[in-house]
């Protein structure tokens, strides 16, 4: 069965320089979801998009933004980027015709920025 | 206070033990519930989904209080392959999700 796809696996930058990170959700699927994961740390939330739309935001900094296209890909861009980006950034997808109702999640491989 | 917590662990188990995690939630309201498992490196990946009556899946079994707001795994018969990070998922509504900090699991042989 597809997954969710993201691109690219790993990624060295230079401070300052901007990055973008792609993912591609699971078909029929409408609700793409970003996060962020520090060494050690849990999944901090940062941004999803429903129907292209975006649906909520967390803890994403103003040197991020986001978007879902007409395709329902998605794209992270990262601009000024500093030693702190330096994470796993995962993307999931949900699909909120789910007959049970739950908001289950599909999580990608992951993408691993590195700032150097 | 964190909207979802979690006992951070690490748990240090023997083969063959019986282990329980707890997480509790602050939204009341919260609809939907899960648990994930998070390998080194990896994804997180849907263990179960948490129902109000509980629910079991092989040697593991989910329950839910919704008065007391805390959900439960238990892994019942160990193995070195469940050593993972367990993270408490909740969906307070809509689109939001919130994660738990994650439960590290360890088991020796």
């Known amino acids: 069965a597809a997954g969710v796809i993201q691109s690219p696996r790993h990624l060295i930058k230079e401070k300052r320089e901007t990055a973008t990170l792609k993912c591609y959700p699971i078909?029929?699927?409408?609700?793409v979801y970003w996060y962020q994961q520090g060494p050690g740390q849990d999944p901090q939330f940062l941004i999803s998009?429903?129907?292209?739309?975006?649906?909520d935001k967390g803890s994403i900094p103003d040197r991020f933004s986001a978007q879902q296209f007409s395709d329902y890909h998605s794209e992270l861009n990262m601009s000024s980027l500093e030693l702190g980006d330096s994470a796993l950034y995962f993307c999931?997808?949900?699909?909120?015709?789910?007959?049970?109702?739950?908001?289950?999640?599909?999580f990608g491989a992951g993408s691993r920025l590195t700032v150097l | 206070r964190k909207e979802v917590e979690q006992d951070p662990g690490p748990f240090n188990v023997p083969e063959g033990a019986t282990v329980a995690f707890n997480c509790t939630y602050s939204n009341s309201a919260s609809q939907s519930f899960f648990w994930y498992r998070q390998d080194c490196r990896k994804e997180p990946k849907l263990l179960m989904s948490?129902?109000?009556s509980g629910n079991e899946d092989g040697r593991f079994t989910a329950q839910l209080n919704r008065a007391s707001q805390y959900i439960s795994l238990l892994i019942r018969d160990s193995k070195l392959s469940d050593s993972a990070t367990y993270l408490c998922?909740?969906?307070?509504?809509?689109?939001?999700?919130?994660f738990g900090a994650g439960t590290r699991l360890f088991v020796k042989a």
């Open positions: 999931a997808s949900s699909s909120s015709r789910e007959s049970s109702g739950a908001n289950v999640l599909t």
């Open positions: 948490v129902y109000s």
């Open positions: 078909p029929r699927h409408d609700t």
């Open positions: 998009f429903y129907e292209k739309m975006q649906s």
């Open positions: 998922v909740v969906n307070p509504w809509g689109f939001k999700t919130i």
